[in-house]
């Protein structure tokens, strides 16, 4: 063991480094973007300003081209904590919508693509079928079939926008899913299959002992990309079709009525949320991976 | 089915030299995309309960083919082949052998015991017996102790010792070895050599070794089938006049020498045309 204090600093000193460096630049650049504005009020005022007075105001105007990060960070601080969670202005309240849609979406692209998997790597015709349109698939964008799966479900009778939203979510996550299944499924080397046929095993065996054990380390890193663009997905389904609740939602009403501090706010938390979801799969992952005696 | 198990059980009550595994003017070509290759050509051999028979040669003289073969991994183009008087498929699905591969090949993700209860979970015996059979043969692979560790937490020639228990959990009665030991290093290999012998001496299973070891092959075997490539075929068969029993000082004697400078000319009268 080397010395703890000192394995801390080495992980921890790199990142410090680059947010302290993302955050200098955002200021200056929020100063450089909204310096216009405050010249513009100033010489309508007939006022001549110092730097530092610019630089301070840029600081502080309630619709800047580009917020501040303490201004971001207020609003998110004024509609978490200081909002009941119940309250339309509540971001959890919004976080918790796109977090249903993103979870469902996620549970049913997953199962899809490791469904899909399973057909590709036992049957050919499925291959030759199946691959091509699940590529084809991934080339339509999103936002322009959205308000089509929404509109179609809604005709077939689908209340409510979360199935819509899950659909959605689940046609993004379950590309990656699909193609790191299929190459887990196929990991197991030429010995390994002729191991499982010298001992007269049946397809079924085959498939639980030694396939879909193999997989498992691939599943979990294309679940890592599966749940990211699951929650993309919820994002995409709130914002082109008139939601009103959600994160992206959020950021469309933020959009419509000028509030970049909001549309920040939204889009910070979003960030924050695929953080979060990427740790709680990784982290199953670390456990998983040491329960079977993969992880050294 | 009965009528040849019979016949096999007459056979061995009437001779004692009983013949295991038998090949008759063996054929095999592979379809490449560079054309058919040879692999195997009239190959022709007896092989007798209870002998340690290692097939030597260099790489593409068909050693590892044949013993693929033998396992009914691959199917012969010509020629006939019969593994405890069945075709090698009908002796494959009565898991007449146990296959030794030159990686050890353990699943990551179970532990040693959990490697050698693999066969015995395949082929469906209960719990009771599977957890008795694992006590055993890692005993008899020197392996008491490692049950739950995983294969990673173990050196390169436990992991092959691992892959022998496995190979012996069942009631397989031949052993099929593809250079088990290769990437193994001399002092691990001769140790691991030695330890084969014993449990071929314990188990009188019939045992196939693939080597590219001279000594290795002159060690361990009853008779040693030199090999010579393009096309694979059998160059000679030398019967082996060491005693069964075989102290690693033996290789040091004049009748060990004597065999191995045998193999080595074989060897070299085998593929000298082509280097």
């Known amino acids: 063991m080397t010395n703890d204090a000192g394995l801390l600093k080495g992980r921890i000193m790199p990142v410090l480094t680059v947010v302290a460096a993302i955050l200098a630049l955002w200021y200056a650049a929020a100063a450089w973007m909204n310096a216009p504005w405050t010249l513009a009020q100033a010489e309508r005022a007939g006022k001549t300003l110092t730097l530092s007075e610019i630089v301070k105001d840029t600081m502080r105007q309630s619709r800047p081209r580009l917020p501040a990060p303490h201004q971001i960070a207020a609003e998110i601080w004024k509609t978490t904590v200081q909002k009941k969670i119940t309250s339309k202005r509540s971001l959890i309240f919004h976080g918790w919508i796109t977090l249903q849609a993103t979870l469902a979406g996620f549970a049913l692209g997953a199962a899809a693509g490791i469904v899909m998997a399973i057909l590709i790597t036992y049957s050919r015709t499925m291959e030759l079928g199946l691959m091509p349109w699940a590529i084809i698939s991934q080339t339509i964008p999103i936002v322009a079939l959205a308000p089509m799966i929404i509109v179609v479900l809604a005709t077939l009778g689908v209340e409510g926008r979360l199935v819509p939203k899950a659909i959605i979510s689940a046609y993004l996550c379950y590309f990656p899913v699909l193609v790191g299944m299929v190459k887990g499924l196929r990991s197991p080397h030429r010995e390994q299959l002729d191991l499982m046929k010298t001992y007269n095993a049946s397809g079924i065996q085959t498939f639980f002992k030694l396939r879909l054990p193999a997989s498992v380390p691939y599943l979990f890193t294309s679940l890592k990309i599966g749940i990211a663009a699951a929650l993309v997905g919820a994002i995409v389904g709130e914002l082109p079709t008139g939601a009103v609740r959600g994160l992206g939602a959020r950021i469309l009403i933020g959009d419509q009525f000028g509030q970049p501090i909001q549309i920040w706010a939204a889009l910070s938390a979003a960030a924050i949320l695929a953080g979060a979801l990427i740790a709680i799969v990784g982290l199953l992952q670390r456990l998983t991976l040491k329960r079977m005696g993969m992880a050294q | ?275």
């Open chain 2, 1 to 275: 089915m009965k009528a040849k198990e019979e016949k096999l059980r007459q056979d061995a009550s009437e001779c004692p030299r009983e013949t295991v595994i038998l090949a008759r003017n063996l054929d095999l070509v592979f379809q490449t995309a560079d054309g058919p290759v040879q692999a195997l050509k009239d190959v022709s051999l007896d092989i007798a309960r209870g002998d340690f028979v290692s097939f030597i040669g260099p790489s593409g003289c068909g050693k590892t083919t044949f013993l693929r073969v033998i396992a009914g991994l691959e199917e012969p183009t010509g020629g006939e082949i019969t593994v405890n008087d069945l075709t090698p498929d009908e002796a494959r699905r009565l898991r007449a052998y146990g296959y030794v591969f030159q990686a050890a090949g353990l699943y990551p993700w179970r532990t040693i015991a959990g490697n050698v209860k693999l066969p015995l979970e395949i082929i469906g015996f209960t719990r009771a017996e599977q957890d008795e059979r694992v006590k055993k043969v890692l005993e008899l692979v020197d392996l008491s102790g490692f049950e739950r560790k995983f294969p990673w937490q173990l050196s390169g020639g436990m992991q092959q010792r691992a892959s022998i228990a496995r190979a012996l959990a069942f009631d397989a009665d031949i052993l099929l070895m593809d250079e088990p030991f290769g990437a193994l290093d001399e002092i691990v290999r001769d140790h691991l050599n030695e330890q084969l012998l014993k449990l071929w001496e314990r188990t009188g299973k019939t045992i196939c070794f693939v080597t590219h070891s001279i000594p290795e092959a002159v060690y361990l075997s009853t008779r040693i089938v030199v090999m010579s490539p393009r096309p694979g075929r059998i160059h000679e068969v030398i019967e082996s006049p060491l005693p069964r029993e075989r102290p690693l000082e033996i290789r040091d004697t004049p009748e060990f020498l004597e065999v191995a400078h045998q193999v080595r000319e074989g060897l070299k009268a085998g593929h000298g045309y082509d280097e």
